[in-house]
């Protein structure tokens, strides 16, 4: 497609792009647009002045234009600094440890925590948000093909422990499936409840969406989190100022404190 071509894409668009930036905050860009063309028997029948996440034309859009890529132990060496500084710092006697992946896409981020919550003895509950309704499917029913590529070229090995392999599949052992749910959320509403969350991981999520949308979004996480609690973000994300957030350790690029909580 070239420039030109793309632009009038776009232009004949933009009423549905204006909408689900209003709606969810995905940002206008090019590779929207093109999924939104391949999904043009919906967009001909949306309706452009009603209609939220739950409408029926909406929710199948969003289905179709949502990006669902992840893996387990994805940015390994992020998960490494969680597992080893944040966890240990987040836990309090008497207390499941709570956990939130934002924007979860089909499960692997929210199965990584309650794997590393599991191998460090610590109970959690883990929540996983998505808006995709068949990605939240794959989430819940929590069996991943091996690939190629290997799906699991980022988990150390003895973290594999509490995974079954086997028949060119692999699912979180029966023990891990109670500390994990899943719920369809829009990540600029996400009603997690103020001080709800020990930590969230929300990565490479935000440049999905509009620079107004990330700063709601991230607003959002940062009240559901308890004082003291971590916030994830990839590595090009920051916060916005004045929403009660630090970095959690100098030179840690990508985690942040909830003020309040001391350390």
């Known amino acids: 497609m070239t420039e030109g071509a793309g632009a009038v894409a776009a232009t004949a668009l933009g009423p549905v792009l204006e909408r689900l930036e209003s709606l969810v905050g995905l940002?206008?860009?090019?590779?929207?647009?093109?999924?939104?063309?391949?999904?043009?028997?919906?967009?001909?029948?949306?309706?452009?002045?009603h209609g939220g996440i739950d409408h029926p034309d909406w929710a199948a859009l969003l289905d179709a234009v949502t990006v669902q890529e992840t893996r387990m132990f994805r940015a390994a060496a992020q998960v490494e600094v969680f597992r080893a500084a944040v966890l240990p710092a987040i836990a309090r006697p008497g207390r499941p440890v709570s956990l939130v992946s934002a924007g979860c896409a089909t499960g692997e981020e929210a199965w990584t925590l309650a794997v590393v919550a599991a191998r460090a003895g610590i109970e959690a509950r883990v929540l996983g948000l998505d808006l995709s309704r068949p990605a939240l499917e794959a989430a819940v029913a929590g069996r991943y093909h091996l690939g190629p590529p290997d799906a699991l070229r980022e988990v150390p090995a003895a973290d594999r422990a509490l995974l079954d392999i086997a028949g060119g599949w692999f699912e979180p052992v029966a023990a891990l499936r109670p500390m994990v749910a899943f719920r369809r959320a829009n990540l600029l509403r996400p009603d997690l409840g103020p001080a709800a969350a020990d930590a969230i991981l929300c990565r490479n999520v935000l440049f999905y969406l509009s620079q107004p949308a990330r700063d709601a979004v991230v607003g959002q996480l940062a009240s559901a989190l308890r004082p003291g609690g971590a916030l994830l973000l990839g590595p090009t994300d920051s916060p916005p100022p004045g929403i009660g957030l630090r970095p959690w350790a100098p030179g840690l690029v990508g985690i942040w404190r909830r003020e309040g909580g001391g350390g």
């Open 27 to 49: 940002a206008p860009n090019d590779v929207l647009v093109n999924r939104l063309r391949r999904a043009a028997g919906l967009v001909a029948r949306l309706p452009l002045d």
